[in-house]
């Protein structure tokens, strides 16, 4: 075993080994005795393709290069595909966001939607003859949201209803002759207030509607599914957590499940799923209190039972009788495709999310541990991990701490590549789920109301430096991370503390004025809970930008940014950028063209994720042998 620093041992995890047999998995459905997913292509400069998995075993590509099934409604999209009976592929194309039909043994897509109207599709659902779809319409600056059905003929689009903001779940009951969804308006997002509605269909639209949860107060209602023609299960947080009910359409309310764990979350992606009817009606559903599990439930009795599975994430996606595909993975078990027999428990690999996994002694451990400051905060430990080197004597390793993005999210502990190529080169890592995160009830989620950049910050702090009390990080070399609103909170950190050495900032916020003008519209009165409404507390945005604040900073930073960001425009690193060149403080910026917000071409990947490391070998002092080394600004 050879004797180096931390940070410079070499790995045989590389930047090119996080792409090069990656392809993130999502989305798996039924379709016959078939099964089919969502692919990501890194090396496809990160389109979207269908794959399939049939009865033998083989796997072949539904949808061929380089169409690309992802759909923009909400910027975040979600349910962006879907397949008829017949097995027909009905999928947004990205690059035009209309709808459009692949039949089987048929070589090219006819489109099903016009061109030139902006509109776009998500939470794509078949019924009949007709695409249940949310729209989005983008024209002479307008926008407007309905659910609509499209004739998947090509013939035509007719909206069902409308009446909101923004709508989700479109769900047509059993017998077609009534819709359930979820609304909700600005300023509100999904997790702070919506409604269940419900309507009946007449003459194919919607003659008018009622509130069946929601109307009342803050509540967040989840993931309506019709039980029968009269009976809907649904999601609400109205106890403080995210539980499962029981409504009838003539307003009963029965909560099925009173625990303490949440069977819900942050609705970025519209479709997403956290309860499914088994085919004897019996509902399979998530739980999380910072890890997930999963419960069955008799509804009529209420019996449970909770099924154990070696799985520390899990998404669900479709329900075949008692088999149900999911996915999901842990710490050290790979993400990607599975299906689950509920009645053996018994777990069988479909797709790996990579094709080929480094050694597991390569891979770092999760360690789950909790922090306490003014408050408890939650986070997961990564530490330092190589078989083939250790540390001199006495030396304590750098650590970065991870900042998710939302900033309403949740970390759980997975296998994450990016993390093993950190940890195997003697960086550690701390994923922290700061106040405001999901997974720990409402009142948890709510810490953040009106004090982002402020609780965020600290409960980072407190995670980091509680690291740096025990013994298990150099406190002298404290690195900070984070993406979109992580981001941010990197940059107001740096500005407010001098508890880290460096930050690096994927994409990230540095002026609230500029993003409420300037983001999209799903996000737009996003800040109203995070800080305040404008122009009332102007002031406080003022206060809490971390561009007003450089002058208070005396580390070097890291930019990455996409190009291409609608959600955080190019112009709030570009700032912050100009504020560094300003102040003299070593820094880089690396935009990359043709990326949107979150980085899916696989050179993108590479370059950021070497970047990333030689920044760090530069400002923490040891030596990078295996990246080509990053151009510092330096004044």
């Known amino acids: 075993m050879t004797t180096a620093p931390f940070g410079s041992w070499t790995s045989p995890i590389t930047a090119a080994s996080l792409v090069a047999s990656g392809h993130p998995v999502s989305g798996g459905r039924y379709v016959g005795d078939d099964i089919w997913w969502l692919e990501a292509r890194p090396t496809e400069s990160g389109r979207l393709a269908v794959r399939r998995r049939d009865a033998s075993g083989d796997v072949v590509d539904v949808l061929p290069a380089p169409w ?21 592929l009905v999928f947004a194309e990205f690059s035009d966001q209309r709808l459009y039909r692949l039949d089987p043994q048929t070589a090219e897509p006819v489109p099903l939607t016009p061109a030139g109207q902006g509109m776009r599709f998500a939470e794509l659902s078949i019924r009949g003859d007709e695409v249940i779809a949310v729209r989005e319409t983008h024209a002479d600056g307008d926008l407007e949201r ?21 709508l989700a779940y479109p769900r047509i009951s059993p017998d077609g002759k009534w819709i359930a969804w979820i609304a909700w308006d600005h300023p509100n997002m999904p997790w702070e207030r919506t409604e269940l509605r419900v309507g009946p269909i007449v003459d194919g639209v919607v003659t008018g509607w009622k509130a069946l949860m929601g109307a009342g107060g803050d509540e ?16 609400s947080d109205r106890s403080g957590w995210w539980n499962l009910y029981r409504i009838t359409r003539d307003g009963a309310i029965e909560r099925l499940d009173a625990s303490d764990a949440d069977t819900g979350g942050a609705l970025w992606a519209l479709g997403t799923r956290w309860h499914l009817a088994l085919g004897d009606g019996r509902l399979l559903y998530t739980r999380t209190v910072g890890t997930d599990s999963v419960r069955v439930l008799e509804p009529r009795s209420g019996d449970t039972r909770d099924l154990v599975l070696p799985l520390t994430t899990i998404g669900l996606c479709d329900v075949n009788g008692d088999r149900v595909l999911l996915t999901g993975g842990s710490a050290t078990i790979a993400g990607g495709l599975r299906e689950l027999n509920v009645s053996t428990g018994e777990l069988t690999n479909i797709r790996f999310s990579t094709d080929e996994l480094p050694d597991a002694a390569y891979l770092p ?25 250790q540390a001199p004597p006495g030396e304590l390793p750098p650590f970065v701490a991870v900042v998710h993005g939302g900033p309403t999210g949740h970390s759980a502990p ?7 190529f950190f940890a195997s080169r003697g960086i550690g890592v701390i994923d922290i789920n700061y106040g405001g995160s999901t997974g720990y009830g409402r009142e948890y989620r709510e810490r953040l109301n009106g004090q982002w950049g402020v609780v965020d910050v600290e409960d980072t702090i407190v995670a980091i430096t509680g690291l740096a009390d025990a013994g298990i990080a150099d406190p002298n070399r404290l690195a900070i991370r984070g993406g979109s609103a992580g981001g941010w909170t990197v940059l107001a950190a740096l500005v407010q503390s001098d508890v880290f050495a460096c930050g690096v900032s994927y994409y990230g916020v540095a002026d609230l004025t500029a993003l409420a003008e300037d983001t999209h519209d799903f996000e737009a009165r996003y800040l109203d809970g995070l800080v305040g409404g404008l122009p009332e507390a102007a002031d406080v945005y003022r206060a809490r930008a971390p561009i007003n604040h450089v002058d208070q900073l005396d580390c070097p930073v890291l930019l990455l940014q996409g190009l291409d960001d609608p959600v955080v425009p190019p112009s709030q690193s570009e700032a912050f ?10 820094h880089a910026y690396v935009g990359y063209e043709g990326e949107s917000h979150g980085f899916r071409k696989a050179e993108t990947i590479i370059h950021s994720t070497q970047a990333e490391l030689s920044f760090y070998g530069q400002v923490m002092g040891f030596e990078t042998p295996d990246v080509p080394q990053l151009e510092l600004w330096r004044p």
């Open 68 to 88: 690309n099934a992802r759909t923009r409604v909400h910027e975040y999209g979600g349910g962006a595909w879907a397949v008829t009976d017949a097995g027909a």
């Open 220 to 235: 967040s209602v989840l993931q309506p599914e019709w039980a029968d023609s009269a009976t809907v299960h649904a999601i």
């Open 146 to 166: 309905d659910i609509v059905a499209v004739a998947l003929d090509g013939s035509g689009i007719r909206s069902l209803v409308g009446g909101s903001r923004f």
């Open 414 to 420: 997975q296998l994450s590549l990016t993390y093993a």
């Open 365 to 389: 451990e999760a360690e789950a541990m909790t922090f306490t400051g003014e408050r408890e905060v939650h986070a997961i430990v990564y530490r330092p991990r190589n078989p083939d080197f």
């Open 577 to 586: 950028r100009d504020a560094l060149v300003g102040k003299g403080i070593p």
